[in-house]
Nanobody, 124 residues
Framework: QVQLVESGGGLVQPGRSLRLSCSASGRALDSLEIGWFRQAPGKEREGVSCMSTGGRIYYANSVKGRFTISRDNAENTAYLQMNDLKPEDTATYYC??????????????????WGRGTQVTVSS
């Protein structure tokens, strides 16, 4: 069974940066397709970024140019570097994984494994 644990959230001012981590256990990260999602209060969960085992990367338009997804297979950890944060980035951020080979998807349906989330609040 794959377990995912997010960390790195917090309260930051607009324009600042945060790096979220997603630590995986139970399976090697390099065999999993990874996605980051977020959900703000009163809103539906949305895909933020994904990275396939084959290196495909997609970003939501709202974060393109500001967020960077990466993975360190040796550490079995995925990351989401978030720069130039805006108040509208405030949400609970979730790491997720699925097993459809080399598929990078920003819809949540294919994802089998989910972390519990980490809160990101952007406010002055």
């Amino acid at each position: 069974q794959v377990q995912l644990v997010e960390s790195g959230g917090g309260l930051v001012q607009p324009g600042r940066s945060l790096r979220l981590s997603c630590s995986a256990s139970g399976r090697a990260l390099d065999s999993l397709e990874i996605g980051w999602f977020r959900q703000a209060p009163g809103k539906e969960r949305e895909g933020v970024s994904c990275m396939s085992t084959g290196g495909r990367i997609y970003y939501a338009n709202s974060v393109k140019g500001r967020f960077t997804i990466s993975r360190d297979n040796a550490e079995n950890t995925a990351y989401l570097q978030m720069n130039d944060l805006k108040p509208e980035d405030t949400a609970t951020y979730y790491c997720a994984a699925h097993q459809i080979r080399n598929a990078c998807m920003l819809t949540d349906a294919p994802y089998d494994y989910w972390g519990r989330g980490t809160q990101v609040t952007v406010s002055s």
